[in-house]
């Protein structure tokens, strides 16, 4: 009778066995090679052409500059020159935050920008130093080596970190990882990237108040502490000239904002801020003695520092662990700034390419004087709106800066360093995005949550405690994700064959001798026996409300396995002890479309003959009805005799 | 028209909203209460007898004892008698293994099974010292408290350690946090307790070949060449004897295994053995210098020990992180055993309480000199085949232990160590579960490659290697499978409204006009990258081929979110990018069947207005319908006219 009954219903399948190595192709290739990068050189036959197009797919100079055009180059010009003159202040400003010599930032606007130009694949992306990893750098490389003391092995060590968090790059570029920078979640970028803003600005009080000693720790609580019980320290005249240019500064940006035509104010203001403050120092330097300028800057372009890599211990180990946390967080700004450019103008990055990118451009960098660079947000903000087109704008920029290195230096001897705090704030300040945050509590709490404690963990902690926790955070919430999918009961929607939610769906029916439940996510060990004690519960509960209402008895239980995309072994053992279980309270399983890897993972275990093959159906509808036709041919005294053979 | 035709479809509705603190509520308590432990207590209306049965549900033994009769008292005493004639010898071997005094075993299996008498809710679980736990101990305080030079200070911190574990065991169970347990799926717990078993058996050797110096590492490698460079110390007359009796051991559970009525012959054989071995080498000591034996035990049940624990630095770290790591293997062991026999004879038991009555146990334990005690697998095993009704088999073993302690430990005086080693090695060698490895190979290569690794870590690592292992794979198994969620095209099964994966049912049928895609699991941060990348494939391939077989266009894209149990903020953005992108390319997004979460989420930011409500429906069968009904209604020459307001 049951196989006269199952040609009414659609038949389950279950998937071809595949040979091992063959799915474990299929599944690498997915992980690793999800957007298929090769498809167009794998489609061409002639090898001379496939080399050619490997080659533009290495150095993506190869594929623009052959359409390019003296339309691109005038506005590459511009915009070059335009990212030029911030790159210049800015490159100070962050190499000072990272207690390396002021001019390490001029080197660093120098040859990593060339070397992105030829590899890098996005059009939009400025290359230079950002404030997070410099901060970062100081306080990671500063709590084992004094900058002032040891000054030189503060440098090596610097671009030791640069050459490994390069080296991480490329590796993870070449190996497809990726991914791996997809696990700093948005929110978790969103809370570490505002406590990273507040953590340097208030590091620049330092500046702005014209201290000489300041605390090495980043923490809210200690730099406070140090700021105030030095107030007899604070130089009057520097708080006021900073706190001057920085009114001017965030004035300028405010226009920029509400008239994007105008980026270029926004763009200028930190150069202008640097002639402006140097020549009134030049003047008055006599007078002013509480502000401290930059002095003396090398005059030429970056001397090879390849020799100076320090590869002996103790140290490396200490170059290498910077080298990799400042390397993700550089990635991870680098690829995020990328890509959204890349979908406003509607092109596409491939994240591994640039991961390579970001990797040779540190590794060259750390062979020539420069320290880690990446796509800061703001240089490629201007750089957009100031119309680049291709990466040109970064070897205009790079020019630039080779011609301020080699006959401009002099002229920023009596740059006052209240200035550059003062562009390092006014940039950090929109980094702090609490409107992100407010629309984060409105969203999801719990991303919420994660973007605060990460700030909160920044703030009051360290910037790599910050980094763990909303990492670890992060990751705790996709395991119990898993650890606890939700189950609930599916109703009938009236005149029709669907069935949902009855939560979500208050008028979908239920039946009295038929519970129905959906399972929403993978059975594995980690939720294994939480859905076995949850199903459980669902049925005492049921089986309670019948018995109080008098209704029929309970006797199917119909798993509705639509959403469980995969299953373990814990998972197949969970099934076959939640049979046991229903057969001892007299209750039967029945299962409703399971997809390709359940069916296939089950039908390598005994649980499909325990059950049956006939109380497994393509959907709930017709589980359904062949429970309705089970229970009305079923004869009273003995319940369900078809199944007597289970 | 768009109201009109909405008419005919089902309406997607958006769950009302929850108040915050409402929805936390009904989170935490599916995560912490799922089996909702005080249902009875909470629909029972006196306050008597609400006290009375929260008192019976801290303390079990008052629910088993009212119905206890004096048959089950002959079972109990028989199968209590069966476990102490195992705890005993096992107990003083488990101590050798930890490097604690012999008698320790004998205290552990005392004060332990009473605590548990009265607060377990497992009628078969039989309480004692394990191997691994045992093991795992020597290891880590070994690595920093030498045994021999500093006996005391190394006893001192075995019973702190215990206090530690039993503290974070019941810590654990009242913050009802049991499913940190879980973290350590089957797989990895078949690995790590046959690379442990393996690890233990080579230890033994050092008993077996009657060697005084021996490595404190744990590795093969190390092990065996220790073993092999003193090959001159080896002494022939322990080998033989050990071998004899592991000859006698293994045969003897040969027999049992066979015939489970036998039980007792397997169970009485470490007994027997420790009887043969003294008896033999009192008469022939002096004739057998090479064979060490136990010697002096002292009379007496456990002195108090909780003055003894030792809580200031440097050692109360080391006694903190041994007690969690032991504590929590410990754990992780006694509930899988509870559970195991629990399902056998259909009872439930809650793990969080359990976790309290073991954290019970162990505090009370380390204040009267014992140290870390669980419910071993051997020996609960051994009680149940003994036929055990109750807990009170543990009260009648601790009463023989008692017995022996007051009266018989000169008896253990000639007791050799070798037959100690035999009787681990034979409680070992069953923990190497190859056939449950076989097993994982065939149903899950994933879970194999976990088990495999466990078990490589720990053999040729540490213990800790190879756990952090076993949970660093399983966890990013989980993330794996969140990051990289399943993507296939579904198409329609003839004669029906049902669409399913054309991978797994290749007779579905797809339109060219529109693709169907399903995603198989929650859209996060951590695969919206991916879901982005493959999506835009899935689209690039369809027009590839459609444009090689000049087909009809490709209109609209329809994303099947059945199966979609969750989305984040960064999944939403994803989403709204995804519209923008298929916006560009003249494509429409259409969506069938978000669940109620993904709803909630989607209708709080602009994704619904920006997308249009009516381009949501319940089912794909309507989603199709309503694409198939504007396709055929729009004008040739301006492809969807309706939607010019998106």
Same mark, same amino acid.
């Given at each position: 009778m049951s196989s006269k009954r199952a040609s009414q219903y659609h038949q389950v399948e279950i998937p071809p066995p595949q040979p091992f190595l063959k799915s474990l192709k299929n599944t690498l290739n997915e992980i690793l090679f999800a957007d298929d990068p090769f498809r167009r050189i794998r489609n061409e036959s002639k090898t001379s052409k496939k080399i050619e197009l490997g080659l533009r797919h290495v150095f993506p100079i190869l594929e623009w500059a052959r359409g390019y055009s003296l339309e691109y180059l005038k506005s590459d010009v511009i915009s070059g020159i335009t990212i030029a003159s911030l790159a210049i202040p800015q490159g100070i400003s962050y190499a000072q935050l990272a207690n390396l010599p002021p001019i390490l930032g001029l080197y660093s606007s120098l040859v990593p920008p060339l070397v992105y130009a030829i590899m890098? %694949? %996005? /059009?939009d992306l400025a290359v230079g130093t950002v404030a997070v990893a410099s901060l970062l750098t100081a306080a990671m490389l500063g709590k084992e080596v004094n900058a002032v003391v040891n000054p030189k092995l503060y440098l090596h060590l610097a671009f030791t970190a640069t050459f490994f968090a390069g080296l991480m790059q490329t590796c993870l570029g070449l190996l497809r990882l990726g991914f791996v920078v997809e696990i700093l979640s948005h929110a978790a970028i969103v809370g570490f990237m505002g406590g990273a803003a507040t953590v340097v600005c208030l590091q620049q009080l330092k500046g702005l108040l014209g201290l000489h000693h300041f605390t090495h720790s980043t923490d809210i609580v200690t730099v406070l502490r140090s700021i105030f019980s030095q107030s007899?320290?604070? /130089?009057w005249e520097s708080g006021v000239l900073g706190c001057c240019f920085l009114i001017f500064l965030l004035t300028t940006k405010y226009i920029s904002k509400k008239r994007p035509k105008l980026f270029w104010i926004s763009a200028m203001s930190p150069l202008v801020s640097v002639i402006f403050g140097t020549i009134f120092l030049y003047f008055l330097h006599d007078q002013f003695h509480g502000i401290q300028f930059i002095g003396e800057l090398k005059k030429g372009i970056n001397p090879p520092s390849i020799t100076h890599l320090v590869f002996t211990p103790p140290y490396v180990m200490l170059a290498l662990k910077v080298g990799i946390i400042t390397g993700v967080i550089a990635l991870a700004e680098g690829i995020a700034v990328g890509r959204s450019f890349a979908m406003y103008k509607n092109y596409n990055i491939d994240g591994n390419k640039e991961m390579i990118a970001f990797g040779m451009m540190n590794i060259l960098g750390s062979f020539s004087s420069c320290y880690l660079t990446t796509g800061p947000f703001s240089r490629s903000a201007v750089n957009y709106n100031a119309g680049?087109?291709?990466?040109?704008s970064n070897v205009v920029m790079a020019v630039a800066v080779a011609v301020t290195l080699l006959f401009l230096t002099p002229l920023f001897f009596y740059t006052p360093l209240v200035v550059l705090s003062s562009i390092i704030i006014a940039a950090m300040l929109g980094l702090v995005d609490y409107e992100a945050a407010i629309h984060l509590w409105k969203l999801d709490k719990f991303d919420f949550f994660v973007c605060l404690s990460a700030y909160l963990g920044v703030v009051f902690g360290t910037i790599e405690i910050g980094l763990i926790l909303s990492v670890g955070i992060s990751v705790m919430r996709l395991v119990l994700f898993v650890g606890r999918p939700k189950i609930y009961v599916m109703g009938n929607i009236q005149n029709s064959e669907i069935y949902r939610n009855i939560e979500h769906y208050p008028q979908a029916i239920t039946r009295s001798s038929l519970l129905i439940l959906h399972i929403d996510g993978p059975i594995y060990f980690a939720n294994s026996t939480y859905l076995r004690d949850r199903i459980g519960r669902w049925i005492d509960e049921e089986e309670d409300k019948l018995r109080t209402s008098g209704d029929i008895s309970l006797q199917y239980i119909v798993l509705d396995m639509s959403a469980v995309g995969n299953i373990d072994t814990s998972g197949i053992s969970m099934l076959e002890e939640l049979n046991k279980i229903l057969g001892r309270r007299e209750l039967k399983l029945v299962i409703a479309n399971p997809g390709a890897e359940v069916m296939k993972k089950l039908s390598k275990s005994t649980f499909i003959e325990s059950i049956g093959k006939e109380r497994i159906y393509l959907t709930v509808a017709e589980a359904v009805a062949a429970c309705d036709f089970m229970l009305h041919t079923a004869k009273p005294d003995s319940p369900v005799p078809e199944f007597n053979n289970v």
């Open positions: 890098g %694949s %996005s /059009r007899h320290m604070w /130089r680049c087109k291709t990466a040109l």
